[in-house]
């Protein structure tokens, strides 16, 4: 019974929250871009990082109440990672970035079974907000490096671009340990959207292959 009212209140959390926090890391994502873009310091501007620790908070919110009202709480806990180094890695603000899963989620849900189209349109806009966070958290990581060659947002664009779509040039190139582990996971997110629309092209043809069988067959009779 208790199993159940703890299901419930997490699903009435879920739901009360699931949106909202949608909006509050969309918000994340703009300042943060000011700041990266800018390259500001909190001795020059203070109301961004004011802003950004706000978001961290409620984060930490959301996790630790998800985290006592879910009712598997250890399976929850090993498929929410992510937020957890939000919560205990505030030093790192790229990784507060992975909050935006949220929004990937969202989406992913009411495009699961959807037609052909939506996903395609879910694919586009997951690989467009991949490359813009993936930009502004390799140029937060990198600018400031001794001996860097991602300075600038049209650099970090130009390289995210390139990983994402598997093709790499090669001119530009992350040097620090951050900046290299935000590569790998744009390597690996490329590999995995270009498997979507592998999959979702690969259906599409059989489905056309299927109907024109199917005409010749009714013809034929």
């Known amino acids: 019974m208790r199993l159940w009212n703890n299901r419930s209140a997490y699903l009435r959390w879920t739901q009360l929250t699931e949106w909202p926090m949608v909006f509050v890391a969309l918000g994340f994502l703009g300042v943060y871009a000011y700041v990266v873009i800018g390259d500001l310091r909190e001795t020059q501007v203070s109301w961004p990082f004011w802003v950004m620790n706000a978001i961290w908070v409620l984060f930490a919110v959301d996790y ?61 806009f997951t690989s467009m907000l991949l490359v813009v ?22 650099e970090a664009l130009w390289w995210s671009t390139g990983t994402i779509t598997t093709v790499g040039y090669g001119d530009f190139y992350p040097i620090t340990g951050l900046g290299r582990s935000i590569a790998v996971v744009l390597m690996v997110c490329g590999l995995g959207l270009l498997g979507t629309v592998t999959a979702t092209l690969a259906s599409w043809f059989v489905e056309r292959v299927e109907e024109t069988a199917s005409s010749a067959q009714q013809d034929q009779t």
Do not use: C
């Open 133 to 154: 966070m993936a930009s502004l958290a390799m140029l937060d990581a990198e600018q400031n490096a001794p001996g860097a060659n991602i300075t600038t947002f049209s």
């Open 64 to 124: 630790v109440v998800s985290l006592i009202l879910v009712p598997h709480t250890r399976r929850w806990f090993l498929t929410h990672l992510h937020e957890l180094a939000i919560v205990l890695l505030p030093a790192l603000r790229p990784l507060r970035l992975l909050r935006l899963a949220t929004a990937l989620a969202v989406l992913q849900r009411s495009a699961g079974a959807a037609l052909r189209g939506k996903v395609i349109l879910y694919v586009a």
